[in-house]
């Protein structure tokens, strides 16, 4: 089955520590993005990469760092500088940038303690 | 940014009633589209309308878009309580989401 794939479902951090998120997707798409959920709100981009070896700055990039060595595989880094990284976090991806349907991953949750 | 903005924030309604939820946005688009989240999960793309249409049906899903007012409206009827969940839409292809209208279909 196609589709996004992330992991941990679920990670508990002490603070200060860097953790890093896992997407993973064989949909053979071009575009991936990373946002940011907190309880009851919507979503904020963080990071978008639109094809291997590229990726841009969001809307709250500060904390956070990513790569796109693969076309599959777009990780995001939740590093100490990020204030509160306590949040869901939703990985993305789309067959190229800007040309519609999001299909996205079940998310992880980050809880730092 | 071109992200549209969900109404209203909250929405609570009976097994069997229709819900509307709506979404503005303020730039000239290609098209809209509208998703779903259920709580604690990805969201799921449900439809997208084109700005040279005015109407779109999917099972009991309705949507509307109104290019001269900005706006959108998604219509579920007879709705039921696995409809509940937050509803974005997302426009013009932009990747970013507004707060999303959480709807509450009460058994």
């Known amino acids: 089955d196609g589709g996004i794939t992330q992991s941990p479902k679920y990670l508990f951090r002490k603070e200060g520590q860097n953790v890093t998120l896992s997407c993973e997707q064989n949909l053979n798409h071009d575009a991936m993005y990373w946002y940011r959920q907190d309880p009851g709100q919507g979503l904020r981009l963080i990071y978008y990469?639109?094809?291997?070896?590229?990726?841009q700055k969001g809307d709250i990039a500060e904390g956070y760092s990513v790569s796109r060595e693969k076309k599959e595989s777009f990780p995001l880094t939740v590093t100490s500088a990020q204030k509160n990284p306590t949040a869901f976090y939703l990985c993305a991806s789309s067959m190229a940038p800007n040309t519609g349907e999001l299909f996205f991953g079940e998310g992880s949750r980050l809880t730092v303690l | 940014s071109q992200q549209g903005e969900e109404d209203p924030q909250a929405l609570s309604i009976q097994e069997g009633e229709n819900a509307t939820m709506n979404c503005s946005y303020k730039?000239?688009?290609?098209?809209l589209q509208w998703y779903r989240q259920n709580s604690g999960r990805g969201l799921v793309h449900l439809i997208l309308?084109?700005?040279?249409?005015r109407e779109k049906h999917s099972g009991r899903l309705r949507v509307t878009l109104d290019t001269s007012k900005k706006s959108s409206s998604l219509l579920i009827t007879a709705s039921r309580a696995a409809d509940t969940a937050s509803y974005f839409c997302?426009?013009?292809?932009?990747?970013?989401f507004g707060a999303g209208t959480r709807l509450t279909v009460k058994p």
């Open positions: 990469s639109q094809i291997v070896n590229d990726f």
């Open positions: 997302a426009v013009q292809n932009d990747m970013r």
């Open positions: 730039t000239s688009i290609n098209n």
């Open positions: 309308i084109r700005s040279n249409e």
